[in-house]
C-alpha cells in the first residue's frame, strides 16, 4: 500500500453568526441567574436546569465555526459542536449563482433551492473568487454589470 506525503490544503473561511449568539447567551446567562437565585432560595430548580442545558446544546449545535471549500469541490460547513448537526456539504458543481447580500452575507443559488451564508467580512471577497474558480459557470451577481458599463 502506497501512501502519499502531500499535505491536503483546505481553503477556510471563518463564520459570521450574527446577533442570534448573542441573544441566546443572553438567554443562557439569565437561566442561569435565576437557576442560582432558586437554589440559593431553596426552590424548585430542575425545570431551570433542563431549560439551561437545552439553551447551552442549542447555541453550541447551531453556530457555525467556519467554511471550507474542500479538495472534493464541496463547501463545507462546520459547526461548532456536530452532536445534533452534521456537518453540511454544498456541491460546488450544484451551484448556479453567487449575490451578496450585506457585507457579510452571502446568496448561493443551486440548482434546487438556495443558502444563505454568514461569512466574516474579509473573507467574503476571499470566498466567493474562490467558488468562481472552481466552477467557472457560476454566475456573480452585479459582476457582468460593471464590466458593461463605460
Not at 57 to 68: P, S
Not at 109 to 135: H, Q, W
Request: proline share 1%; aromatic share 10%; net charge positive.
Amino acid at each position: 500500500m502506497i501512501q502519499s506525503n502531500r499535505k491536503v490544503v483546505e481553503k477556510k473561511y471563518k463564520a459570521d453568526n450574527g446577533l442570534g449568539n448573542i441573544f441566546w447567551g443572553m438567554a443562557a446567562v439569565m437561566l442561569l441567574a435565576l437557576f442560582l437565585y432558586r437554589f440559593t432560595r431553596g426552590g424548585e430548580v430542575w425545570s431551570i436546569l433542563i431549560y439551561f442545558t437545552f439553551t447551552l446544546l442549542f447555541m453550541l449545535t447551531t453556530t457555525i465555526r467556519e467554511y471550507a471549500v474542500t479538495q472534493l469541490n464541496f463547501l463545507e460547513i462546520r459547526m461548532v459542536l456536530r452532536l445534533l448537526s452534521k456537518n453540511r456539504r454544498i456541491a460546488i458543481g450544484d451551484m448556479v449563482a453567487l449575490k451578496k447580500i450585506r457585507k457579510n452575507q452571502l446568496r448561493i443559488d443551486k440548482v434546487r433551492g438556495f443558502e444563505i451564508l454568514r461569512v466574516s467580512e474579509s473573507d467574503i471577497d476571499a470566498l466567493i473568487a474562490e467558488l468562481k474558480e472552481r466552477n467557472p459557470r457560476i454566475i456573480v451577481a452585479g459582476e457582468n454589470d460593471e464590466q458593461q458599463k463605460p
